[in-house]
């Protein structure tokens, strides 16, 4: 599956963005579709994930609340809207999809389809 994201910005510490993933090639059924972030210097990290069909969603804790993704099965797009954005938000954003066990959600190395990312900017 191929993955496109978008949505990115600079917005100021507090305000809300909305990333969006559209994926062609083929559906999402069967698969769990995830968000990661990478800051400058650092390692990608997990922060939402969705397995599809089911509708169970998984977060990591430093955006549990404040974030909440979600997909459109219509239009084969997966969301993430971010909340109170803090300036620690700031880090390019990438989806993910693959068909995984549950235990590897969280795995950036589980997954094989990549979105090319969307930076995120938030100024305190």
């Known amino acids: 599956v191929q993955l496109q994201a978008s949505g990115g910005g600079l917005v100021q510490a507090g305000a809300s963005l909305r990333l969006s993933c559209a994926a062609s090639g083929r559906t999402f059924s069967g698969y769990y579709v995830a968000w990661f972030r990478q800051a400058p210097g650092k390692e990608r990290e997990f922060e939402a994930a969705n397995r599809w069909n089911f509708g169970f969603t998984y977060y990591a804790d430093s955006v549990k609340g404040r974030f909440t993704i979600s997909g459109d099965s219509a239009k084969n797009m997966v969301y993430l809207q971010m909340n109170s954005l803090k300036a620690e938000d700031t880090a390019v954003y990438y989806c993910?999809?693959?068909?995984?066990?549950?235990?590897?959600?969280?795995?950036?190395?589980?997954?094989?389809?990549w979105g090319q990312g969307t930076q995120v900017t938030v100024s305190s």
């Open positions: 993910a999809a693959d068909k995984l066990r549950w235990s590897a959600y969280s795995d950036y190395a589980s997954y094989d389809s």
